[in-house]
């Protein structure tokens, strides 16, 4: 599996932000569709994820240099957060 018993620096804290917002703010603004969304843990953007069409989590990590986003996922076992830098995993019990 990627990025197992690899140590990522950013995700070594436990407590990761949640949002309300329920759409990639990118693809409303094209007209687009998303499939899963992904919180920007630097910033706070909401864009979509990379089995989307656009794939604007991706991008705007490559612009910024963020490196964290969380899953915006109902299902408890769903939550997660991914570093792009060190294409990490960690699953997520709770966001604060």
Excluded at 2 to 10: D, F, I, P, R, V
Excluded at 45 to 66: D, R
Aim: with cysteine.
């Amino acid at each position: 599996m990627e990025g197992e018993n690899k140590y990522c620096e950013h995700l070594a804290g436990d407590e990761f932000s949640t949002t309300r917002t329920k759409v990639c703010e990118e693809c409303v603004k094209t007209g687009s569709t998303w499939n899963h969304l992904r919180l920007c843990q630097t910033c706070g953007t909401v864009l979509c994820c990379n089995a989307s069409p656009n794939q604007h989590a991706q991008k705007h990590f490559e612009a910024t240099g963020h490196p964290v986003v969380t899953s915006i996922l109902p299902k408890p076992w769903s939550k997660f957060a991914w570093c792009y830098v060190d294409k990490i995993k960690k699953p997520l019990k709770q966001y604060k």
